[in-house]
Nanobody, 132 residues
Framework: QVQLVESGGGSVQAGGSLTLSCVVS????????????WGWFRQAPGKEREGVIL???????TYGDSVKGRFTISKDNAKKSLYLRINSLKPEDTAMYYC??????????????????????WGQGNQVTVSS
């Protein structure tokens, strides 16, 4: 069974940086892994889950409307790992962060990964809290 396990969250001061990691297991051999699209999403208390950043099967990166410029996505195919680097953290970045792996109809946009849940695997979430 495919599992995505996030780590690296915690409490940080505004202006700081952190890197979230997501390790994928049982997703299949390397060619299959490379055929997925990957994304990071976040959900703040009382708000809907929103797309943060997506890296598609062709390597194209898409940013959510609220995060461009401070967030960077990367992945290590050999380690089957996905990363999210966040710089210049703000209190409004406080949220539960989720990594996701999608295929087929889930790929292309951040919205498609959210609505095509049947084509998406989700991690369990990792809390990031930013204090001012």
């Amino acid at each position: 069974q495919v599992q995505l396990v996030e780590s690296g969250g915690g409490s940080v001061q505004a202006g700081g940086s952190l890197t979230l990691s997501c390790v994928v297991s049982d997703i299949g051999p390397q060619p299959i892994y490379s055929g997925y699209c990957w994304g990071w999403f976040r959900q703040a208390p009382g708000k809907e889950r929103e797309g943060v950043i997506l890296i598609d099967t062709d390597g194209r990166t898409t940013y959510g409307d609220s995060v461009k410029g401070r967030f960077t996505i990367s992945k290590d195919n050999a380690k089957k790992s996905l990363y999210l680097r966040i710089n210049s953290l703000k209190p409004e970045d406080t949220a539960m962060y989720y990594c996701a792996a999608g295929w087929d109809l889930a790929c292309g946009t951040l919205a498609s990964m959210l609505v095509r849940d049947e084509y998406t695997y989700w991690g369990q979430g990792n809390q990031v809290t930013v204090s001012s």
